[in-house]
């Protein structure tokens, strides 16, 4: 028998470095902060069970689902030259998943059951609220005390001169392409600030069909795509002004809405990491759940929103010290947690559940869509110029005054999260829900005055 040779041709030999190159290559690509060889393992995974209808209807499936899509679509939207400017990673997020249910781009099957679980963890174990607890909750708490304070005294003028410059503008472009004023008042720039659609626009509908004697159903049709486009016209401008914060620092507070005369300490104590304490989280979480509940219980009996009874009672927390140190650091860090991770997830879950994307895409009228601009920008340019004669950053101001044309909580996290300013949520909700509030009762006292 010949001896055969146990040296392979030249050409056949596999270099076993070559396969651990190629992963450290791809492993160096992140999706989110995950490893794409990783990430695509996941996302097998996430895919498979989802296509034989086992991807858990709860908090598990809802959460790999959310935090698959949104790490992706975040990554993507960083990338994308131009749209990472103005807020492209929540653009994408909000966006590309409303779009994805609304043309089914999914096996039919398999669509359902991702629905399905994004419903179990968004709307059935209220992730929307808690995500909002965490952050209210804690950003106030670690906000410092005199920023508090004045943001709160200052707000409310660039806010009601927003607003009347939003009304004001909206009817003159309505005018412009023949839209009488009062059609334009009622049911183009009110839904667009009157605070989101469970808060603003469901009422508005409800109190509209009584005095208007027309079916609800309608009148929702006819003021949903104002509210939508409303929001998506307010996260590009926040990403804008997050752009020109950038070249303009002077009008850059970083975060901070009010200039007190010590803001380079004040940014260096913020910018200062402190160890992280999971003790203290788990601290600053109960403090966040407790705090919705307190809202939540108080409200039937004070008259008051229960979230806006969330902010007063942490601010209230906040001012009289009542709260150790310890424990507000506990908040805080729960509540960067929660930013850092859970902000692109949930606008995901806003974008499957609560952005109709083919209501979005009929309202696209060049003029319809032009009103609804005008409204918001008008709005943003008040917030900016009366910030700066209060002595208020004009970034900062202007973003919050935008969080007035913000679809409620929904809107709010998208607008904040297109400008990376998460913790102006405080002053962002008191924009949305008082405004919002404001801005229904108004709408309804002149309908009946003037139908």
Same mark, same amino acid.
């Given at each position: ?7 392979? +041709? ?32 996941? &996302? ?45 990673? &929540? ?66 003028? @660039? ?31 009110? @839904?667009?600030?009157?605070? /989101? ?43 804008? *002004? ?51 509940? *307190? ?49 692109? +997830? ?13 209501? *979005? ?73 008082? /405004? ?16």
């Amino acid at each position: 028998m010949s001896n055969v040779s146990s040296v392979a +041709p030249l050409s056949l030999v596999a270099d076993p470095g070559l396969p651990r190159q190629v992963l450290r290559q791809l492993s160096a690509i992140k999706v989110g902060p995950v490893p794409l060889p990783l990430f695509a393992a996941i &996302a097998a995974v996430i895919f498979g069970a989802a296509y034989v209808g086992k991807l858990p209807a709860d908090m598990i499936g809802g959460f790999a689902a959310i935090m698959m899509f949104g790490f992706l679509f975040s990554e993507i939207g960083a990338r994308i030259p131009g749209l990472r400017t103005i807020g492209g990673s &929540a653009i994408l997020c909000l966006f590309v998943s409303s779009a994805l249910v609304g043309y089914q781009a999914f096996y039919p099957e398999m669509g359902k059951v991702f629905v399905k679980s994004i419903t179990g963890v968004m709307k059935d174990a209220n992730f929307l609220y808690l995500y909002i607890a965490c952050l209210v909750t804690g950003s106030m708490l670690g906000m410092n005390r005199r920023v508090l304070i004045q943001g709160f005294l200052r707000m409310f003028v @660039p806010l009601a001169i927003g607003t009347l410059g939003a009304v004001a503008a909206g009817i003159a472009a309505g005018l412009v392409f023949g839209y009488t004023p009062a059609h334009t008042f009622f049911f183009i720039v009110m @839904p667009i600030i009157a605070g /989101g659609i469970g808060e603003g626009t469901l009422p508005l509908s409800l109190a509209y069909s009584d005095i208007l004697s027309q079916p609800q159903a309608g009148l929702i049709a006819s003021l949903i795509p104002a509210a939508l486009i409303g929001n998506v016209v307010a996260i590009v401008a926040a990403g804008v *002004l997050k752009r020109v914060g950038e070249k303009h620092p002077d009008a850059c507070g970083n975060g901070l809405l009010v200039r007190t005369g010590d803001d380079n300490d004040l940014l260096k104590e913020i910018s200062q990491e402190k160890p992280i304490e999971l003790p203290l989280m788990g601290a600053g979480l109960l403090m966040a759940c407790t705090m919705f509940i *307190l809202g939540a219980f108080l409200a039937p009996f004070v008259g008051i929103p229960g979230p806006i009874i969330m902010i007063l009672g942490a601010a209230m927390l906040k001012v009289s010290k009542l709260i150790p140190a310890r424990m507000e650091l506990g908040a805080q860090q729960m509540y960067k947690f929660i930013a850092t991770n859970m902000t692109f +997830p949930l606008l995901v879950g806003l974008g499957v559940l609560y952005v109709p994307w083919h209501d *979005l895409v009929a309202a696209f009228t060049l003029p319809y869509f032009i009103i609804c601009t005008v409204t918001v920008l008008a709005m943003v340019s008040s917030g900016w110029f009366v910030g700066k004669l209060l002595n208020m950053y004009q970034v900062e101001s202007a973003i919050v005054t935008a969080c007035h044309s913000g679809l409620g909580g929904t809107g709010d996290v998208a607008i904040l999260s297109a400008c990376n300013r998460m913790g102006l949520m405080p002053f962002a909700q008191i924009s949305t829900r008082i /405004g919002g509030a404001t801005m229904v009762v108004l709408a309804v006292f002149l309908l009946k005055i003037f139908h």
